[in-house]
């Protein structure tokens, strides 16, 4: 088995993992968190394929741009939030876990025998798919852009609002 087919395996492992718990979940906000991971993972799909612009749009857009939205609207309704407890009593079992993790990654850092390809970034494909976005394509993207937009402002408003009625 090879280094790209163990790494896809873990990849695939996670993401569906990570999906699973997305939806099963009764947290909305550790559903966030999972989302996140997935999207992740989804990314890491894509530096397999060799679309590293993918990948970087992929984290970009959705991780840094969706997915923080979505946390920031589950952190604006306060109420959906319930108070738990603050201390958990198996924090030995984290600590011991993070410590194994931790553990294996650097021995696998330390005693792989990295090499390193000379591959370059297809910066046609990127300059072309550049080049279709704003002519092409440029109606569907700035609709796009502005329905976004429009989300993002309707959240803040309902946010104001529901935290003036809770006054």
Known sequence: MTLEQIVFLVLAVAAVGT??????????LYSAFLLIGCLFMIAGFYVLLEAPFLA???????????????IFAVMLTENLMQRKRAWNEQWWVAILVAVALAAVLLYVVVTAQWQVSQLETPSDVITALGQALMS??????????VLLLMALIGAI?????EKEEGK
């Open 19 to 28: 999906a699973v718990g997305v939806v099963t979940n009764r947290n909305i």
């Open 56 to 70: 970087a749009v992929q984290v970009l857009i959705y991780v840094g741009a969706i997915a923080v939205l979505i």
């Open 136 to 145: 092409t394509y440029i109606l569907p993207f700035e609709v796009a852009s």
């Open 157 to 161: 408003v309902v946010a104001r609002e």
